[in-house]
């Protein structure tokens, strides 16, 4: 098990995939399940801003909604309820909302489970906020990939404009700021550093830099686990 976590735009979807390729090991996007519940939610008109005002805050409907939500993986696809979304996952609808559902434990904990059910399948690169610290804090790899603010913001203004939306490079920061204080200020499971895992800045770095930073990181370390066995055999 490698466990990336990071914050909005440090690149670890992409360095995860590309890196579970080389291994030869299954991806894991665990913030695409966090949309993919967002984006049900949203289906279902109780995300938190549309719920606000109720008396619960709408935890009846979400907690019905999520009981009646059948999320799957399949090839890098989130299905849901037999329907493939993940089409649906990077509008500005869900990554509005999806912070504050991510913040929610009876989400948290239903996505903990559906995580650790997928890992338990074979070896995984697992990326998201809590991997290492969390969900498996016995993983033999961890890493925190970072990145400096405006460079995550320029990376995903990229992003936004391979989809064919436009927005600025100053409203992408804004909103992942916001992002950062509310993933890792919240009270269950917040983005935090794993005291043992590699920290890796990739400001300035090539995606095939740092892939190849990790694969290294993995091999030495196999590599030298091996020899350990190898020697008291
Ligand atoms: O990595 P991402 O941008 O697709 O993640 C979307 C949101 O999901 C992010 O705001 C935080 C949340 N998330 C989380 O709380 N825990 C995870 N393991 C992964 C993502």
Redesign the pocket.
Known sequence: MVAIDGP?GAG??TVARQLAARLGFAFLD???M??AITWHFLQNGCAPAECAGEADGGQARMRAALAAARLRLEQGRQILNERDVTAHLRTREVESQ??AV?ALSFVRAAMRDLQRQVASAGPVVAE????GTVVFPRARWKVFLDAAPSERARRRSADFVRQGRQVSEEDVLAEIEV?DRL?STRSDAPLRQADDALYLDSTGLTTDAVVLRLFEFVRADAAAAGAVAGGRA
């Open positions: 909005s670890k979807s665990t913030g695409a966090y949309r999806v912070s991510s998201g906020r809590d991997m992002r993933d």
